[in-house]
């Protein structure tokens, strides 16, 4: 049995998956295919996910993933996780995680904060573009949103260069329906707090028109408007993305494939604030 190994509160082995994680993500996984020849047996699907997450934490590359952990090749650890993005697992268990939090009222729809980190990008592909720090170079960026603890709702993946503000309400229909209590699931947070790379009268509309409040800095303003004293929350998220060393830079050519590290990553975190809160 594969079981994490705790040292204090920090995990010493992160990329071991639990008991308690594991009951959650084995009945999304998708029902594998027969297979037509023999040969090697299947690795088994825990197994494989330790091995995405042992790249995940450390970045190592696939064809350097080592055979002596016992998690399978790389390469097979690539395909499994290209194949459950495909088939929706982290953004269903991206429901049912805030599902909980929210049956124990320990998600703070009070306000949502909106945010951005630019990653560079070491090849070209869909969703990189010129670095708005060296246009010489590739970059993407993490586009993401929190409630007011910090818990992500939200995250999405654009080219560097990519105005922040056009991701405004892409985030906004990215939330998911959360049920957990009585009455209609919730989706909607009653403030969305924002820095002045958001600053748009237009947005502000749109953003009203779905009836949340937006505040949102001015561009021309002196600073003091009092917005960081709850829009530091995003900050420490995006440092909790960024502990997770793939993350850091983005390796893939793929956009997918750093599309599937970034959903893991928001089902990781969301499920410590489960293991922390609930």
Known sequence: ?????????REARPWIVSDELWLLVEPLLPVPAPKLVPGRPRVPDRQALCGILFVLHTGIQWEYLPQELGFG??????RRLAAWNEAGVWDRLHVVLPARLRAAKQLDWSRAVIDSSHV???????????SPVDRARPGSKHHILVDGQGIPLAVSLTGGIRNDVT???PLLAKIPSVPGLVGWPRRRPDVLLGDRGYD??????????RGIKPVIARRG?????????HRWVVERT???FHGFRRLRIRWERRDDIHEA???LATCLITHRHVQRLC
Not at 1 to 9: I, R
Not at 200 to 209: C, E, F, I
């Open 200 to 209: 748009h009268d237009k947005y502000r509309r749109l953003v009203g028109a």
């Open 120 to 130: 560079r990008a070491a090849r070209r592909g869909p969703n990189s573009g010129p």
């Open 261 to 263: 590290f970034l959903g």
């Open 1 to 9: 049995m594969l079981v994490g190994l705790y040292v204090g509160k």
């Open 73 to 78: 090749s790389g390469m097979t650890c690539g």
């Open 238 to 240: 995006i440092a909790w």
């Open 167 to 169: 991701q405004l309400m």
């Open 221 to 229: 303003v002196l600073h003091g408007s009092g917005l960081g004293v």
